[in-house]
């Protein structure tokens, strides 16, 4: 029992361990650059810790090494460290592994009050930090107890089974109990670890062994050793052992010889024609299960059917190949490992009994549970006794000095055999056989399970032969043997499912940014439909494949972009990039081969703990920091901030700028070699293209080192409004710099802008015209100051064309009182009337407040207050723009729900407006 300490050695405590927040990171995010789980502990929790007596309870509880690394650090630190160093350790011993803490570097952003440690498997990690906040309030006085808030950690699917006591070793028995449940099993993970080696990306599919290994249209899956090219009728045909038996027959290779019964007459009749000894197993059974050997009476027999009736209603009977028990591994019909399998057994002593060397045996530290470990551990069952009965002895036998006792008839590991590598012994001729049955069932990768005396002699000679062909063989003897040669079989695997001459990598763009990521992607992914690719494309308005919109919303964060990642079509990922999905729970990726920051400006602030410019760039940040060191990093040099990422950026960065290859930070980048895209309005061009540039409003060029090459003027593209929409020319510089980075030639980039425009169809929500009333709609999706900025620019300049400008004008309610007054005020500088709203999701504030900030807004910048009017509902005040709208007029929407707006837009009859006004 853990005896508290005495309450005078702490400090009067404040309030209990508290946990206000559990993030838990499942791939590159703002924190760290892998897999974390981040805790939040109330500041007042950490006030009853700041003293050496609890880090001298923890040592003298748990001995636990690094406790000296913890002494070091400030007080305000020690409490939130010891949570992480705990869970950390508990990890490390339920798994035998964990991947180091990555941590990102922004100064000031990880508080005191965070606590943040690495995971490989989600559900572990968890429970790791549960279990670690509970060892320390054990260790802690009564009046410092009541822990709060660590049942956040555990998930709405699991259930606590018999929790543990709270002491050290027992959380980690309980923890490698909880592991088993969703730990790959040896195959898969040595597979995996092979994938990992050579750069494949790995997603789980489930809590099982489904793993997909690549991505896209390049991906391969496996279930252990099954893999995407196993044949379903070769794992049929290896699953029925007499149609195996038969294939290979036909073929030349020793088989022994039986036949399928389903009664015990019809055995006893099989058993007489064969002769014993025999052997007795289900049709379809694994892993040894309801095998009998030696059967070599009748009685015997009668045990060996009932055992093998368990597993199946067919049993096989055949006969007896005597020698030693073989396990080949071939794969792609190459033989790669031969290990020789010994059933379970003890070493007498004279002294102990059968069940005490069994124990004895279990001390091995290589021995585990199930697959866990190198080795499984022995058990006694009925299976057991009944064979030691067969042998003479029981349990509680005393073997003597150096007699070996089998516990059981068959060899496999996972009941407690052993295995000796016998990979370089293998005599040619039997190599050749082997990797003939195996081509002859099928299998792409299959075990074999070989009776022979010796390996090394030639079965024709020495008599033996194959006794069956196992689809999804176990790799663990191979990759451990307990005496002799690892080898490491999944490499051969690893060149099947991906040859050397073949792709494996998904080309990723991610692109984030405050303003025009949904544009800039469409845009992209336009280019590279011209080029060829199928894309899987993320925005905020859906996901689409080859065009087509198979999920509707906003689906920017790390779930949309897994749907890409599995999509077996896609062979180029364009991958819109939010920065909520980055604080929530990670990118879906660890690697892309793109990442493009297109601006950092004024939205989400003072949210999740991004108060700053500054703070918001560290987030966007993460893309370009995933970036591989043979990608690019595509950066605006216009962007201060964005500028700054150079220094942390993978990968060729590229630049571009509406400013010229004479901005200062292009021409240093430039005279660097490096690559830039920029607007210029007028070009020193050959005699050809003179002339349009003279008429041109600008060109689009694209420049490596001092050479210049020109690709489009900005008219050409539909979706800069002939050059007014300077918004949608940077959108095309990015977009260019991307499709110059994948390798898209630049006709093929200036074919495909020329047919990029600003319908609906093609950018929903992003400048979109309607044009078949008395006057004319303008839908756009601005939701920023930045984004109203660029709109006002085009509305101005495009204001002589019309009559007035009406305005509908909402603000999303999680924003800053500072950005929707100023959203108000700029505005106000570009309508002539104003229809307020609200957003349907307010986000926290109430009815109307939003709305009432607009309007303080508007009226600070001179509006009059009869210009302006509130109408709440979104619809409504679509309506209400519409109905006051004359011919000649230009309404402007800045939508939220883009899709039911325009479809409102549409739907409106300038009849009923005639009626209205009249």
């Keep these: 029992m853990i005896r508290s300490p005495e309450t005078s050695r702490f400090p009067d405590p404040s309030q209990p361990l508290q946990v206000i927040q559990v993030q838990v990171y499942r791939g590159p995010n703002a924190f760290s650059h892998g897999r974390l789980v981040r805790l939040r502990l109330h500041e007042a929790s950490l006030l009853p810790f700041r003293s050496e007596a609890v880090l001298q309870v923890m040592d003298a509880l748990y001995g636990c090494d690094g406790l000296t690394e913890v002494r070091t650090l400030p007080e305000s630190r020690q409490v939130s460290q010891l949570v992480a160093l705990l869970a950390c350790q508990l990890q490390k011993l339920a798994l035998g592994d964990l991947p180091e803490l990555n941590l990102r570097k922004h100064p000031g952003k990880i508080a005191d009050n965070d606590v943040l440690y690495p995971c490989q498997n989600e559900q572990v990690g968890r429970l790791a930090g549960w279990l670690a906040l509970q060892l320390i309030e054990v260790a802690l006085p009564e009046c410092c107890q009541g822990l709060q808030g660590h049942a956040g950690l555990l998930s709405d699917e699991w259930t606590v089974d018999d929790p543990p006591a709270m002491h050290f070793w027992s959380a980690v028995v309980w923890l490698k109990k909880q592991a088993r449940k969703t730990q790959l099993g040896p195959t898969t993970a040595a597979l995996v670890k092979e994938a990992q080696a050579r750069g494949i990306p790995v997603l789980r599919l489930d809590d099982y062994s489904l793993v997909q290994l690549g991505y896209g249209k390049f991906q391969q899956r496996i279930r ?58 289900p049709l379809d059974g694994n892993h040894g299960r309801g095998v009998t050997l030696d059967v070599s009476s009748d009685e015997t027999l009668e045990w060996g059917f009932e ?4 597993h199946s209603e067919e049993v096989i009977l055949e006969q007896q190949f005597r020698g030693r028990d073989y396990r080949i591994l071939v794969v792609g019909g190459k033989l790669v490992a031969a290990a020789e399998r010994v059933p379970a057994h003890v070493v007498g002593d004279g002294v102990h009994t059968i069940e005490e ?98 390996i090394s002699k030639p079965i024709r000679k020495t008599g033996g032969g194959i006794i069956e062909v196992n689809a999804c063989p176990g790799f663990r003897m191979h990759l451990e043997p307990s005496e002799g040669t690892p080898r490491n079989v ?13 792709p494996f990598q998904l080309p990723i763009a991610s692109i984030t940014g405050t303003n025009g990521k949904t544009t800039t992607s469409r845009m992209l992914s336009h280019i590279l439909k011209q080029q060829g690719y199928t894309v899987g494309l993320t925005t905020s308005t859906g996901i689409y494949v080859d065009g087509m919109l198979i999920e509707e919303g906003d689906t920017t964060g790390p779930i949309s972009a897994r749907t890409i990642l599995m999509d077996p079509e896609v062979d180029f990922a364009v991958l819109e990039t939010a920065r909520g999905g980055m604080m929530r729970t990670g990118l879906a990726f660890e690697e892309c081969h793109i990442g493009a920051v297109l601006n950092v400006q004024e939205d989400h602030l003072g949210l999740k703990g991004i108060d700053t410019l500054e703070d918001l760039a560290w987030v966007k940040s993460v893309v370009i920091e995933t970036v591989a060191p043979s990608g690019f990093s595509i950066l605006n040099a216009d962007d201060p901030l964005v500028l700054r990422m150079k220094a942390q950026a993978g990968g060729q960065v590229m630049l571009f700028s509406m400013q010229g290859a004479n901005a200062p ?18 070009r020193t061009v050959g005699p050809e293209t003179a002339s349009q540039a003279q008429k041109s409003p600008g060109w689009i060029t694209l420049y490596q080192g001092s050479q210049g090459t020109p690709v489009m003027p900005v008219n050409e593209i539909p979706a800069t409004l002939m050059g007014l929409a300077r918004v949608n020319i940077e959108n095309a510089l990015a977009a260019v710099s991307m499709a110059h980075a994948a390798g898209v030639p630049s006709a093929t980039i200036r074919e495909a802008l020329q047919t990029f425009g600003c319908s609906f169809e093609e950018s929903p929500g992003r400048l979109n015209f309607y044009r078949e009333h008395p006057f004319t709609v303008l839908m756009d999706y601005a939701h920023n100051p930045a984004g109203i900025t660029h709109l006002k620019n085009l509305v101005l300049a495009m204001k002589e064309q019309y009559g007035r400008v009406i305005g509908v004008v909402g603000a999303a309610g999680d924003r800053r009182n500072q950005d929707i007054l100023k959203m108000g005020a700029l505005c106000a500088e570009m309508f002539d009337q104003m229809i307020l709203r609200d ?47 004359e011919p000649g007029d230009l309404v402007v929407v800045i939508a939220t729900e883009v899709e039911e707006v325009w479809e409102k837009i549409k739907a409106f009859s300038p009849a009923l407006q005639e009626v209205s006004n009249a």
Aim: glycine share 8%; proline share 5%.
């Design 665 to 682: 930070a292009v021409q240093e980048h430039l005279k660097q070699g490096g690559t830039a895209v920029v607007f210029e309005h007028l």
């Design 224 to 281: 252990a050793s099954i893999t995407s090219l196993t044949s379903s009728l070769a794992v049929e045909a290896a699953c029925d052992k007499d149609l195996t038996k038969s294939l290979l027959q036909k073929t030349g290779i020793p088989v022994p010889e039986g036949k399928v019964v389903r009664s015990l007459e019809g055995a006893l009749k099989v058993a007489h024609e064969l002769g014993y000894p025999l052997v007795t197993k």
């Design 307 to 310: 055992q093998a009736r368990l």
């Design 357 to 454: 060397l069994m124990e004895r045996v279990n001390r091995d530290p290589r021995r585990g549970e199930g697959h866990e470990k190198v080795l499984t551990r022995l058990t006694m069952d009925d299976l057991v006794v009944h064979h030691l009965a067969r042998a003479g002895f029981a349990p509680v036998s005393v073997p003597a000095e150096s007699e070996v006792v089998f516990l059981r008839e068959t060899a496999n590991l996972s009941t407690g055999g052993t295995a000796i590598d016998r990979t370089d012994e293998v005599h040619p001729e039997n190599r050749r056989m082997f990797e003939r049955a195996a081509r002859s069932v099928g299998l792409d990768v299959a075990g074999l399970d070989v009776i022979a005396p010796d």
């Design 490 to 502: 999944a490499a051969p695997v690893m060149d099947l499912l991906f040859p050397a001459d073949q």
């Design 839 to 885: 957003d349907e999701d307010t986000r926290g504030r109430e009815e109307g407040e939003s709305a009432a900030l607009l309007l303080q807004g508007a009226l600070q910048t001179g509006m009059s207050p009869t210009c302006i009017q509130t109408v709440l509902r979104e619809n409504e005040a679509v309506e209400t723009a519409m109905t006051l709208a």
